[in-house]
């Protein structure tokens, strides 16, 4: 019988993980990578995948990066196809997304496209892509997709990419119920506040004091809260996990209104 530890490894899988080249979608990388997994990291622009692969390759593990566009069919296959060099990820973390901050009535039909492409289109066709490849190759796999808190609630200022993120749950639920057959789970990771190189000056300003204000808990989460979580749905840990939404946001869903 394996121990409690030897059960979140991940020795001898494929991971692929999209929009690796910097924020959540680095650490998760790395993280994946320290527990044995090899590691697809993919972005649209693969010179900004170097220094990761290298990161990867220094504490022992094996990366390959790969050029990915989330919101092209053929691109996404062309990925997998180069992949496939090495076989078929069984871990997939959708990570890749993007936001425009402008207030509702200045958000346009080009804002719109661009958010929910990459976003919500990105996510559904790469975890299909994904599906159909573990399908084909009897391989059991676990997706996990990046949502966010504000697939639940809502602020002002970046209504496309709220109104995406709960597209993301939604999208995470229905193929968690028609891949559960083929020993495929699907489930999503919805950060809150979550400090990066992108966000820590303004999560560091006077503006971002009175946002952590407002957090329960009084904190805002760091990369390395997102561990636990995201090893217990890529591992055997999670097995009997699908279709679930994990909050990692120190209580900032529950809050009070």
């Given at each position: 019988m394996s121990?409690?530890?030897?059960?979140?490894?991940?020795?001898g899988?494929i991971?692929?993980?999209t929009?690796?080249?910097?924020g959540?979608?680095?650490?998760?990388?790395?993280?994946?990578?320290?527990?044995?997994?090899?590691?697809a990291v993919?972005s649209?622009?693969?010179?900004?995948?170097?220094s990761?692969?290298?990161?990867?390759e220094?504490?022992?593990?094996?990366?390959k990066?790969f050029?990915?566009?989330?919101?092209?069919?053929?691109?996404?296959?062309?990925c997998?196809?180069a992949?496939?060099?090495w076989?078929t990820?069984?871990?997939v973390?959708?990570?890749?997304g993007?936001?425009?901050?402008?207030?509702l009535?200045?958000?346009?039909?080009?804002?719109?496209?661009?958010?929910m492409d990459?976003?919500?289109?990105?996510?559904?066709?790469?975890a299909?892509?994904?599906?159909r490849r573990?399908?084909?190759h009897?391989?059991?796999?676990?997706?996990?997709?990046?949502?966010?808190?504000?697939?639940?609630?809502q602020?002002?200022?970046?209504a496309p990419?709220?109104?995406?993120?709960?597209?993301?749950?939604q999208?995470?639920k229905?193929m968690?119920?028609?891949?559960?057959?083929h020993?495929?789970?699907?489930?999503?990771i919805l950060?809150?506040?979550?400090?990066?190189?992108?966000?820590?000056a303004f999560?560091?300003?006077e503006?971002?004091?009175k946002?952590?204000?407002?957090?329960?808990?009084r904190?805002?989460?760091?990369?390395r809260?997102?561990?636990g979580?995201?090893?217990?749905?890529?591992?055997d840990a999670?097995?009997?996990m699908?279709?679930?939404?994990?909050?990692?946001?120190?209580a900032h869903?529950?809050?009070?209104?």
């Amino acid at each position: 019988m394996s121990t409690l530890l030897e059960r979140f490894r991940l020795d001898g899988q494929i991971a692929l993980v999209t929009g690796a080249s910097s924020g959540i979608g680095y650490h998760c990388s790395m993280l994946l990578a320290s527990m044995g997994a090899k590691l697809a990291v993919a972005s649209r622009r693969i010179d900004q995948l170097e220094s990761l692969v290298q990161a990867i390759e220094q504490q022992g593990g094996l990366a390959k990066a790969f050029s990915l566009d989330v919101t092209k069919s053929e691109s996404i296959k062309a990925c997998f196809d180069a992949i496939e060099t090495w076989g078929t990820p069984s871990i997939v973390v959708n990570n890749a997304g993007v936001s425009v901050a402008k207030s509702l009535l200045e958000q346009t039909e080009a804002d719109w496209d661009q958010v929910m492409d990459t976003n919500l289109k990105g996510v559904w066709l790469v975890a299909t892509e994904a599906a159909r490849r573990m399908v084909a190759h009897k391989t059991a796999g676990s997706i996990i997709n990046i949502a966010s808190i504000l697939g639940e609630r809502q602020i002002n200022g970046v209504a496309p990419y709220a109104i995406s993120k709960a597209g993301v749950i939604q999208t995470t639920k229905t193929m968690a119920l028609e891949l559960a057959r083929h020993d495929i789970r699907v489930n999503a990771i919805l950060p809150g506040y979550v400090v990066t190189d992108l966000n820590r000056a303004f999560l560091q300003s006077e503006l971002g004091e009175k946002l952590r204000m407002r957090i329960p808990s009084r904190r805002f989460s760091e990369l390395r809260d997102l561990d636990g979580p995201i090893l217990l749905l890529a591992s055997d840990a999670g097995k009997a996990m699908s279709g679930s939404t994990i909050a990692v946001d120190g209580a900032h869903l529950v809050g009070s209104l």
